[in-house]
Each structure stands twice: as C-alpha cells, then as structure tokens.
C-alpha cells in the first residue's frame, strides 16, 4: 500500500479516477439539455417569488420531467458507450 503520497488513484478513489470524469460530463450536460425546456417555467416562477407571491405547490408538468430523465439516461448512456 505505502505511503499516503505514493497510492494510486485506484487506491485512492476505489476505482479508476480517470474513467469517471466523462461519466459526470455526460450526466451533467444531459442534466442541462432536460432542464432546458423548463427555462421559461422557471423563469415565472422566479419572477412571482421575487415578486412576494407564495404558493403551496409548484406543479411542474409530467412531460418536462420525462424529458428530464430521458436525456440524462441517453447522455450517462452515450458516456458509457463512449469512455468504455
């Protein structure tokens, strides 16, 4: 094992630490390609919270969820595909 300076970043991370920097690339670029089609939603609702406006519940429609999940399955999917 040796010393703490002298570990591999096998040892280290418990995997191999430069295989995993694509995989959150990937995931977080499809975070944001899901989140895009909400802008405008979001952009209301900063307006009404800025504005004094409170509500119980902020109901965020199904579709934009579902495309949300779906783009970050295919982009962790591609970054497997890809780096593997």
């Not at 004094?52 to 579709?63: F, I, K, L, N, T």
């Not at 495309?67 to 780096?83: E, K, W």
Request: one cysteine or more.
């Amino acid at each position: 094992m040796g010393a703490p300076w002298q570990q591999s970043d096998t040892d280290v991370h418990g995997g191999d630490a430069a295989g995993t920097g694509p995989h959150y690339s990937f995931a977080l670029i499809g975070l944001t390609i899901g989140m895009f089609s909400t802008r405008k939603l979001f952009r209301v609702w900063s307006g009404e919270i800025n504005e004094g406006v409170r509500r119980d519940r902020y109901d965020y429609p199904r579709s934009h969820l579902v495309f949300c999940v779906v783009s970050m399955i295919v982009m962790s999917f591609a970054a497997f595909v890809l780096t593997g």
